[in-house]
């Protein structure tokens, strides 16, 4: 069996001697490292008890510690801005920049809503012009659109049948009296959309109820032209007399089904995936004391666990006339539960300083402000 290592109780740290170097010529990194083996080796029982790890098993935990701290920190920094975040550049450098949160990506969302909803959206509203024959009714859009080219099939959202706006038939026996505003509002094209006297003198509403009472008169009185629309065949009422053109629109069915922004090529990429938000490691002579203390205790919890499954390996060792048992199980429980009350408090710490609670915490210091100042007597002056 080979010989166990002990811990000679110092070490000199250079670079190249942790698993991925990620730190390794950090100033600060270098200083702490032996620091921390030290302080790691005499939580551990060092010099009143053989430690069976060597410098660069510390270096090891020591680096994996900083890595975990910077990944916690960076994957809620994701979670909280990751909707700002999603489709910008995936060439910036996340570490050392103050995001802005914005709508860019919730607009973009809600244009999907407003597609259906008929106010806004992100894909090509197109128009199309149909031929109308005199006395034929019926007429199939989906072969207007293979006869157009168009592949995927299409979805007509408007048809223009309607009569001119009734504002345009809507006569005012009070205008021309010779006061020359009518003219006046035809200057200014204002004579197309209400009469000079109505505009001027009466208000909107007056204008309104009067469009309303032409239009409601052609609804019922008159012969209204209307439209049924079932699965893109259109059945046009009443049935056309003589030929002429009916205008309409429609989106094309692959742009409403397309679920493809951007394509990410090399040199061009985009933040589609958590996978590639650009954080990077973090600089470890840019952490804070509060952050270090963490991750050295991180550290000794990681070192627990190695020297838990060092001493599981040789579970006795020899003594004097006898055998010790080594504390594989105490040392691998209590590392265990270290590393799990560490992740649990930095988490809890991250959340708290989230936007959100944040800004709870705000509304609550300013509601207990209101309150203490509720009870200081106000002064009445009087001059």
Known sequence: MAE??????????????TQFGFYDN????????????????SRLGYPMMDV??????????FEEAVTTYGNEVYQFLT??????????DTGVDLNNTLIRPNLARIIEISKNYGTEAEVGTNIPLYKGTLEVTGGKQVYDLNEWAVNEGITGGIEIRKVFYEAPPAILRYFDPYAGTGTGIQSLMDAFDFGSYSPGVNFLLMPASYDLLKVQAIEFNDQIRRSAYSFRLNNNQLTVLPVPKQ????????FRLDDK????????????????????VPYENPVYSEINSIGRQ????YTLALAMQTLAYVRGKYSTVPVPGSEATLNQADLLTDSRALREELLSQLREMLDEVSTVNQLKNKAEEGESLNKVLSGVPMSIYVK
Not at 26 to 41: E, I, K
Not at 79 to 88: F, K, M
Request: negative net charge; contains cysteine.
């Open 257 to 276: 089904q397309s679920i493809i922004e951007h394509s990410n090529t090399p040199g061009d990429s985009v933040v589609n995936t958590v996978m590639n």
């Open 294 to 297: 963490w991750i050295y205790q």
């Open 26 to 41: 950090d100033s600060s990194f270098a200083q702490d490292a032996d620091r921390v083996a030290g302080f790691c080796t």
């Open 4 to 17: 166990k290592t002990i811990w000679n109780g110092s070490s000199t740290f250079s670079p190249g001697q």
């Open 79 to 88: 979670r909280q801005n990751y909707i700002s975040l999603e489709g910008s």
């Open 243 to 250: 030929g002429g053109k009916l205008l309409f629109e429609y």
């Open 52 to 61: 069976e790890l060597d410098s660069g098993s510390l270096y090891t935990c």
